[in-house]
């Protein structure tokens, strides 16, 4: 079946502790991206990646890192969560040259 | 910056009525695209239209553009209990950063 996969779906941490949330997708997407959606504010676009080793900055990258070093995989690193972090969080993919983006089931984070 | 804001923030209807929600956008774009979310879930693509575009239709969504005033429009035809989500348009003006997407609408259908 044709997904994107995220990694804890639920997340409680305390301020400060380095985390992972993990993002997979096995359709061959080129293009992926991070979302957080906060109540009355929508989704803000974190980071993305257009391929492998090519990621930049979205509306809002205070605070995270990514990499993309393979193709399905885009992890979001937090390396020292704050209680602002606390979030719901979406990961993403789409093809090259087509329109549709594909969602996770999202990971919701509380940073205590 | 949201390039994308709907309107209304929340619309409550009865099953069988129709359900309309504005979306209103700041720059030129390639195409919109409006999306569901079910509480607390991943968003589902529902429909794109092109900035080429004036009307849409899949099923009982229709989509209208119009890009003088930078402005589209999602309209769900004989509405059911379960297209209570919500709902949110997102705009792509062609660049690798992708999607946009507004604050959306949260639509409540009372069966």
């Known amino acids: 079946e044709a997904q994107v996969t995220q990694n804890p779906r639920y997340l409680i941490t305390v301020t400060g502790k380095k985390l992972t949330v993990t993002c997979s997708q096995n359709?061959?997407?080129?293009?992926m991206s991070w979302y957080r959606q906060d109540p009355g504010l929508g989704l803000r676009q974190i980071y993305y990646?257009?391929?492998?080793?090519?990621?930049d900055k979205g509306d809002v990258p205070e605070g995270y890192k990514v990499s993309r070093k393979e193709k399905r995989n885009f992890p979001l690193i937090l390396e020292s969560p704050s209680p602002n972090q606390t979030s719901l969080y979406f990961c993403?993919?789409?093809?090259?040259?087509?329109?549709?983006?594909?969602f996770g089931p999202g990971t919701r984070l509380t940073v205590l | 910056s949201q390039q994308g804001e709907e309107d209304p923030q929340a619309l409550s209807i009865q099953e069988g009525e129709n359900a309309t929600m504005n979306c209103s956008y700041k720059?030129?774009?390639?195409?919109l695209q409006w999306y569901r979310q079910n509480s607390g879930r991943g968003l589902v693509h529902l429909i794109l239209?092109?900035?080429?575009?004036r009307e849409k239709h899949s099923g009982r969504l229709r989509v209208t553009l119009d890009t003088s005033k930078k402005s589209s429009s999602l309209l769900i035809t004989a509405s059911r209990a379960a297209d209570t989500a919500s709902y949110f348009c997102?705009?792509?003006?062609?660049?690798?950063?992708?999607?946009?997407f507004g604050s959306g609408t949260q639509l409540t259908v009372l069966p």
């Open positions: 993403a993919s789409r093809k090259a040259g087509t329109d549709t983006q594909y």
């Open positions: 359709m061959n997407h080129e293009y």
């Open positions: 990646s257009m391929n492998v080793e090519v990621t």
């Open positions: 720059t030129s774009i390639n195409n």
């Open positions: 239209i092109r900035s080429n575009e």
């Open positions: 997102a705009t792509d003006v062609g660049s690798a950063r992708q999607l946009t």
